[in-house]
């Protein structure tokens, strides 16, 4: 029940209808008896500092901030984390008394992601990220921290790799194509594999070569939606393991639920919520 003390947080983005911010953190918000709500607001380009001051405003619990205003929220909080500081990007507000903070929770969500959800430690294991855009970012930036023993960037735009190899630290560098093949871990992190990026000849386009993949390799793609992207279908095809994005996801949410509420979140309330919301989507869609 919705009551005059009840605490709002919401997400801000452009687009946001197809967020599974609201399902995942409304769970974890009912699952724990807190009086919050989580709700979604498109806010356009130019924005986002609005956004931001509309949190001070409203007093808001706690505000998710993704594309494409993580760089503006970052710019126009009181004080960041050291990992939103040098991201330049922040995905999660947060107070702090009266402080309002930024963090950025995608890399720690990778880590759990990989580390509780799959038992895999990334320390010492050779990395190669396709994609560094703002996810690609900020997963260097966490193997780098969790001391990967290599951070390979792969990204069809010189610079961008370049930016995201230096934050990966001492261990990152910036490769080929071809690195692919010699890492224990390969990262998809190019909206390549989303329904919505489709090939002109009607195909799925893949992120690289996926006969380089090897039955010795984790592949995670970033992508939840489908669950079992075309990398993902062949890699597996090749006996390698293989993880989608949902559970950096759940983990990012997790983060920013202990942020807001101090509390510790029911991450199964979150995963099976977010899982009955992409199966409605594909009923809606009619697939
Ligand atoms: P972004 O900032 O737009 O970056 C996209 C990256 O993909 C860039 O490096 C871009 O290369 C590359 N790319 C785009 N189209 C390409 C193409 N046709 N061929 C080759 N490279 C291409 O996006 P983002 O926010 O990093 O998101 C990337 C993916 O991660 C998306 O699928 C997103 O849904 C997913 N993601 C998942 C989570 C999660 O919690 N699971 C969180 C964040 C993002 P250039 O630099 O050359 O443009």
């Given at each position: 029940?919705?009551?005059?003390?009840?605490?709002?947080?919401?997400?801000?983005?452009?687009?946001?209808?197809?967020?599974?911010?609201?399902?995942?953190?409304?769970?974890?918000?009912?699952?724990?008896?807190?009086?919050?709500?989580?709700?979604?607001?498109?806010?356009?380009?130019?924005?986002?500092?609005?956004?931001?001051?509309?949190?001070?405003?409203?007093?808001?619990?706690?505000?998710?901030?993704?594309?494409?205003?993580?760089?503006?929220?970052?710019?126009?909080?009181?004080?960041?984390?050291?990992?939103?500081?040098?991201?330049?990007?922040?995905?999660?507000?947060?107070?702090?008394?009266?402080?309002?903070?930024?963090?950025?929770?995608?890399?720690?969500?990778?880590?759990?992601?990989?580390?509780?959800?799959?038992?895999?430690?990334?320390?010492?294991?050779?990395?190669?990220?396709?994609?560094?855009?703002?996810?690609?970012?900020?997963?260097?930036?966490?193997?780098?921290?969790a001391d990967a023993g290599r951070v390979v960037i792969v990204n069809r735009s010189p610079r961008p790799a370049e930016h995201a190899a230096?934050?990966?630290?001492?261990?990152?560098?910036?490769?080929?194509?071809?690195?692919?093949?010699?890492?224990?871990?390969?990262?998809?992190?190019?909206?390549?594999?989303?329904?919505?990026?489709?090939a002109t000849d009607g195909s799925k386009p893949l992120p690289l070569d996926v006969d380089l993949l090897t039955s010795a390799q984790v592949?995670?793609?970033?992508?939840?939606?489908?669950?079992?992207?075309?990398?993902?279908?062949?890699?597996?095809?090749?006996?390698?393991?293989?993880?989608?994005g949902l559970g950096m996801l759940i983990h990012q949410a997790a983060h920013a639920f202990r942020r807001w509420t101090s509390e510790e979140?029911?991450?199964?309330?979150?995963?099976?919520?977010?899982?009955?919301?992409?199966?409605?989507?594909?009923?809606?869609?009619?697939?």
């Amino acid at each position: 029940m919705v009551s005059g003390a009840t605490r709002l947080a919401a997400v801000v983005g452009d687009p946001i209808r197809h967020s599974l911010s609201p399902a995942i953190l409304n769970a974890a918000f009912e699952a724990a008896g807190l009086d919050w709500l989580y709700v979604a607001f498109q806010v356009p380009e130019g924005e986002g500092r609005a956004a931001v001051d509309a949190v001070r405003t409203l007093g808001l619990g706690g505000l998710s901030v993704t594309m494409p205003h993580k760089a503006v929220a970052a710019a126009a909080c009181d004080e960041l984390t050291g990992v939103a500081k040098a991201l330049g990007a922040a995905n999660c507000l947060y107070w702090q008394g009266t402080t309002l903070c930024g963090d950025n929770t995608d890399g720690a969500g990778f880590l759990d992601a990989l580390r509780l959800d799959e038992g895999i430690d990334p320390a010492g294991a050779r990395c190669v990220i396709v994609g560094a855009g703002g996810a690609g970012r900020a997963v260097a930036h966490a193997l780098g921290e969790a001391d990967a023993g290599r951070v390979v960037i792969v990204n069809r735009s010189p610079r961008p790799a370049e930016h995201a190899a230096r934050l990966a630290g001492p261990a990152g560098v910036v490769g080929a194509p071809h690195d692919v093949a010699g890492a224990d871990i390969v990262v998809n992190a190019t909206p390549l594999g989303m329904g919505t990026v489709v090939a002109t000849d009607g195909s799925k386009p893949l992120p690289l070569d996926v006969d380089l993949l090897t039955s010795a390799q984790v592949i995670v793609d970033l992508i939840y939606d489908p669950a079992t992207t075309p990398l993902l279908a062949a890699a597996h095809g090749r006996g390698a393991r293989t993880v989608n994005g949902l559970g950096m996801l759940i983990h990012q949410a997790a983060h920013a639920f202990r942020r807001w509420t101090s509390e510790e979140p029911a991450l199964e309330a979150m995963s099976a919520a977010a899982l009955r919301q992409l199966a409605r989507r594909t009923a809606d869609s009619g697939y």
